[in-house]
């Protein structure tokens, strides 16, 4: 299993050159991949197209970019423009957002998320393979042909988390990149039915992309204060809820991952165990501004990258 970092609502340099510098730095001391999410601050995309001009070997991903704020035909340019500067290196991670978000911040109308996300990936899946589409479609409409000769794979994850979203990314993505998910809801809810989905189609294994909040320390209890601050919202969205629930927890921050290094890495074992093929931790001090914490988590995933099966 795969061990990269996630910056999103924690962990972002917040500034362009300091995220750029955020990538370089996991590639320098070894982790496999850098993820970050899409959401209001800087172009996500744009800014991992910069670092790939100075990294060589380090995976990056976006977890995730909103759909419904990029027609497909931009969405596919984007990504597309990312993977060629990457060389292969970049994986365009997507998701419809929440009605709450996409109605009161975005202005616009959430309906149909799992039609919407299953004509949008073949708009973007057409654009990325032929370099060409003509989709007329009951909530998108494409027209499009790409005039550059250079199109490099690309890989493609959604965030799905329901059985509907979960079925259009076996059959359509290359993976899922999940958030609010324990080992008990990969192992019985998300890997059976993605990867069901996926060789429905005559399609290998799909990626597992898991986002854990972590952190390493040996006091539980302000690890958990500290969960429970960065992160409690998110139990107040339906999708991620739904997540929570099925894991049979109260609070989203009963699914970060808090422990000694020892435990935090049976943590890890039993999310390979149930099907992730990668992590993504999202690094969150035991106290607020404690870097000594940051840096403690840090080491300790560090020492696992390549030894977790």
């Known amino acids: 299993m795969e061990i990269g970092l996630f910056i999103g609502s924690i962990g ?55 759909t ?21 290196r970049f994986t365009l991670g997507m998701g419809v957002s929440h009605k709450p978000v996409v109605e009161n911040r975005f202005g616009l109308e959430f309906k149909q998320p799992a039609k919407h996300m299953k004509e949008y990936l073949s708009i973007v899946n057409s654009l990325s393979t032929y ?10 409409t494409a027209v499009s042909e790409f005039s550059s000769k250079e199109r490099p794979a690309l890989s493609i994850v959604i965030a799905a988390l329901g059985d509907l979203m979960l079925k259009n990314a076996g059959e359509l993505a290359n993976g899922t990149v999940t958030w609010m998910t324990g080992p008990g809801t990969v192992k019985n809810h998300i ?14 294994d799909p990626r597992i992309i898991v986002g854990l909040p972590l952190c390493v320390t040996d006091k539980k209890e ?14 107040e ?66 020492n696992l990258v390549g030894k977790i099966d």
Not at 19 to 37: L, M, R, T
Not at 70 to 81: E, G, K, L, S, V
Not at 132 to 139: A, P, S, Y
Not at 251 to 270: C, D, T
Request: proline content about 4%.
């Open 12 to 66: 972002s340099a917040g500034t362009l050159q300091g995220q750029i510098n955020q990538i370089i730095q996991a590639e320098n001391d070894g982790f496999d991949s850098f993820w970050a999410a899409h959401i209001m601050d800087l172009d996500i995309m744009t800014m991992m197209s910069m670092a790939a001009q100075q990294t060589k070997r380090i995976k990056m991903g976006t977890a995730v970019t909103p």
């Open 237 to 302: 969205l339906p999708s991620y809820r739904a997540m929570i629930n099925r894991e049979n927890a109260e609070s989203p921050a009963e699914l970060a991952a808090i422990g000694n290094e020892r435990e935090i890495e049976e943590k890890l074992r039993e999310y390979a165990s149930a099907g992730a093929t990668e992590v993504a931790a999202q690094i969150f001090p035991e106290a607020p501004g404690d870097k000594d914490s940051i840096l403690r988590s840090r080491e300790a995933l560090l």
């Open 222 to 235: 302000s690890g958990f204060r500290e969960a429970s601050k960065h992160f409690g919202r998110y139990g």
């Open 191 to 204: 890997a059976p039915k993605i990867t069901q989905s996926a060789h429905n189609v005559g399609k290998k």
């Open 68 to 88: 419904f704020l990029r027609h497909p035909i931009a969405m596919a340019q984007q990504a597309i423009t990312v993977q060629a500067s990457a060389q292969g």
């Open 131 to 140: 370099g060409e589409v003509n989709h007329r479609g009951e909530i998108h």
